[in-house]
């Protein structure tokens, strides 16, 4: 499925600028400290994956590769989130999963940068790089109804609560791409 508006685009060597960020497509070209990636996601996402079955960083770097081959094919859009001016880590954002009429974008912040208003930020150069490149009206976005920050996110930028639910019995909302 060709959800790109332009068929020459080429999303491995794309980036997205903020004031305070760089969006990089995914690949492991030392961009980001694998065993880093892995602790963090894990902290984050300690409520989902329960040791054993925490990813490794093997299991990381396979994720990313994959990851990182699907946007040379122009599939998916994954990015992490960097600081402009260290480069250090602050989280991933990206839009995977093309359906006929979206497409998914999800986000993750580290925790050690929460509140600093990252998530406000890379969502909307997310939202303003799909409306200029994709053919979608809107994107869809899946949440944990325990998550408030991103229900807050998802309505600040103009998301409807939509009659569905996922496998995980997210709440999920359409984000307009005016």
Known sequence: MN?????????????IHTERCI??????DDW???EE????????????????????VTEEIEYIQNAANAIIQNEVFENFILD??????????????????????????????HWKWYATE?????????????RYKYLKHSLDPRNVAS???????GGVLQDETNEKWDEIYHIPLK
């Open 122 to 134: 890379t969502y909307a150069a997310l939202i303003e790089w799909s409306q200029r490149n994709t």
């Open 37 to 56: 990636l892995t602790r963090e996601f894990c902290k984050a996402n300690k409520d989902l994956f329960i040791s054993p079955f925490l990813p490794t």
């Open 3 to 15: 959800w790109l508006q332009h068929w020459d685009i080429n999303l491995a060597s794309e980036s």
């Open 84 to 113: 402009k001016q260290t480069h250090s880590l602050i989280g991933s954002i990206g839009l995977r999963t093309p359906e006929e009429h979206r497409m998914n974008i999800g986000l993750w912040i580290r925790e050690s940068e």
């Open 23 to 28: 969006l990089v497509p995914f690949s492991l």
């Open 151 to 157: 229900r807050k996110l998802a309505l600040k930028f």
């Open 32 to 34: 980001v400290d694998m």
